[in-house]
């Protein structure tokens, strides 16, 4: 969506994101594709934080990452509240949740196919 202006565009991106929640000790790490379901990005990332502290440090290394690497800076929000930080990366949108949250809101559910849906039990 933004390749012009985005060098890490697209599965890139998405694979440079993935390695450092999981550097960064992120949990159930969820990534879904958006092709044909939004035009606001290519993929949505979903992943945990244990605490409130750990969610906004995961928020924020991986945001100094992604500007490192892709040379853009990305948008955060809600990591003065540390229950649920969202991450505008351009082709990818990332969600770091508290788990109490996550499951309270339940996003996986409203963006992946019930195929893909992890199997709970």
């Known amino acids: 969506m933004n390749n012009l202006s985005n060098p890490l565009s697209g599965k890139k991106l998405l694979g440079q994101i993935l390695a450092s929640l999981d550097e960064n000790k992120a949990e159930d790490v969820i990534s879904i594709s958006l092709a044909g379901k939004s035009e606001m990005a290519d993929f949505m990332v979903i992943c945990s934080g244990r605490s409130t502290r750990q969610v906004v440090s995961i928020a924020e290394k991986l945001a100094d990452s992604i500007k490192k690497s892709a040379g853009l800076p ?45 199997a709970k039990g």
């Not at 003065?80 to 990366?89: P, R, T």
């Not at 990332?94 to 196919?113: A, G, T």
């Open 74 to 118: 990305s948008k955060l929000e809600g990591k003065d509240q540390g229950d649920w930080v969202l991450i505008d990366a351009g082709d990818v949108i990332v969600h770091i949740f508290r788990p109490e949250v996550r499951e309270f809101y339940q996003l996986e559910k409203m963006w992946m196919d019930p195929a893909q849906a992890p």
